[in-house]
């Protein structure tokens, strides 16, 4: 395997639906190969801290406000 | 859409402010996130729920799709989002091709070593996401294309498979996947650029 296919299938990698095979195949370039173990590294780090800063609430007062905008316009609430 | 979901809608329609009440606790803080997570300001986002908020009890009694509602929310969430920015920020979006790892001719990574083997993963997860770090984060994630924060916040963040994604962004599951990975990646480009120069 060379780094251009790892980088292609590394989402199926992390979400651990790859066949056996190719896996164990990955598995053999990465532990040879310095950059494509900082890269994977650094990968799965991205996708959680993406996601966790993502995760972003609604602002009670504009929950208030929703609720004010839907009874004016919609007649209830 | 089930049955109990459209007799919500229905009472909803007529003025019932239970019925509202109960739409609002369900589906609001999913449709702000989502709505912040493509549009990225809280004006925006706010606006885009209330829009959304009043198509879905409009149009929802009347909805004939075999949808479930949540599904039909992310979907209009998503379009009205992205309308919402049109011809919006272009300026930031950077170009994803410069952001994308570059290949030597036999399939290898090209690039200087040091950057290559930069690696900040160690860096706890509370500290990446506080501080200047939260700042170069959030600065990655405004550069991305619109409808690349739409599938990042639908996978990532509401955890809806590849095919819910795609029929919500009404594209194939090969392109979801490909514009998550491509985000992906160029959010981790930019993270490295920067985080991994201090390390």
């Known amino acids: 395997m060379i780094c251009r296919e790892l980088i292609d299938i590394i989402d199926d990698y992390l979400d651990a639906v790859l066949a056996p095979d190719v896996t164990q195949e990955l598995e053999r370039h990465l532990a040879e190969c310095a950059p494509c173990g900082a890269y994977i590294a650094t990968y799965r780090q991205t996708r959680r801290i993406g996601a966790a800063a993502a995760r972003v609430d609604m602002p009670e007062e504009m929950k208030a406000r929703l609720r004010r905008f839907l009874a004016e316009n919609l007649g209830g609430a | ?126 500290e990446l996401l506080a501080g200047e770090s939260r700042r170069i984060l959030e600065e990655a994630i405004d550069r991305l294309p619109d409808h690349y924060r739409a599938v990042l916040v639908l996978k990532d963040v509401e955890e809806l498979s590849n095919e819910d994604v795609a029929q919500i962004v009404g594209d194939t599951v090969a392109a979801v996947k490909t514009r998550l990975h491509r985000a992906r990646m160029a959010l981790r480009e930019q993270l490295t650029m920067r985080l991994g120069a201090r390390g």
């Not at chain 2, 799709?65 to 998503?78: H, M, Q, V």
């Open chain 2, 1 to 126: 859409m089930s049955t109990e979901d459209r007799a919500l809608l229905a009472r909803a329609a007529a003025g019932d402010g239970e019925a509202l009440e109960t739409l609002m606790t369900r589906h609001a803080s999913r449709i702000y996130r989502l709505a912040y997570g493509i549009t990225r300001s809280a004006a925006d986002a706010e606006e885009v729920v209330q829009d959304v908020f009043l198509q879905i009890v409009q149009k929802g009694a009347g909805f004939e799709g075999r949808a479930a509602l949540t599904s039909w929310i992310y979907r209009i969430t998503t379009n009205t989002s992205l309308n919402k920015r049109r011809g919006k920020r272009r300026e930031l979006e950077t170009s994803l091709d410069e952001l994308l790892p570059r290949y030597r001719a036999d399939g290898h990574r090209d690039g200087d070593r040091a950057f290559l083997v930069s690696d900040w993963s160690g860096t706890p997860e509370r």
